[in-house]
């Protein structure tokens, strides 16, 4: 929604390693648990991202986007929620009942965490290279949407 409403292009993370997890027939988790003794499959998605960004007029959606995109970055925001809500999201979003969706959710967050410190040094948890941070849980689409619209607006018209 962001991309299209500023005309930029949209590049997701999630969507890519979604795409080569089917593409081998295995499970997120199950290829969760490949990335973590394959560092190319992350290096891969991480080289995408840096070089999306040096191109410009892009929406990064990922877990290190802002960490990837860095000085070409000229807007970091984080959406959030607390886990149950995430879960819920996930759980309705991939037809699957919420404790496999919790189970899937923490061994990946779990094996993302890991990755990124030994990979890159990357805390996740440290939320200082964000412009903007928002806790998704009370917002529907259409609310969080306002609000980062509002922040680039005001941050493209220079109003900030």
Not at 6 to 33: D, N
Not at 36 to 63: F, H, P, S, W, Y
């Amino acid at each position: 929604m962001i991309a299209k409403e500023f005309g930029l292009r949209r590049v997701s993370a999630g969507m890519i390693f979604r795409r080569l997890a089917a593409e081998r027939g295995v499970t997120l988790e199950e290829f969760s648990r490949l990335a973590q003794n394959d560092d190319k499959i992350d290096r891969l998605l991480d080289e995408t991202l840096r070089e999306e960004a040096k191109r410009g007029n892009v929406v990064l959606d990922g877990q290190l986007a802002a960490w990837m995109a860095g000085e070409h970055a000229d807007f970091k925001i984080l959406l959030t929620a607390p886990l149950k809500v995430r879960v819920e999201r996930i759980s309705k979003r991939d037809g699957t009942s919420f404790d496999d969706a919790l189970r899937e959710t923490e061994v990946r967050e779990a094996s993302e965490r890991e990755r990124y410190r030994e990979y890159y040094g990357i805390d996740i948890s440290d939320l200082s290279i964000y412009d903007l941070v928002i806790n998704t849980e009370k917002f529907d689409l259409d609310g969080v949407f306002d609000i980062v619209r509002t922040a680039l607006s005001r941050l493209f018209s220079g109003d900030m």
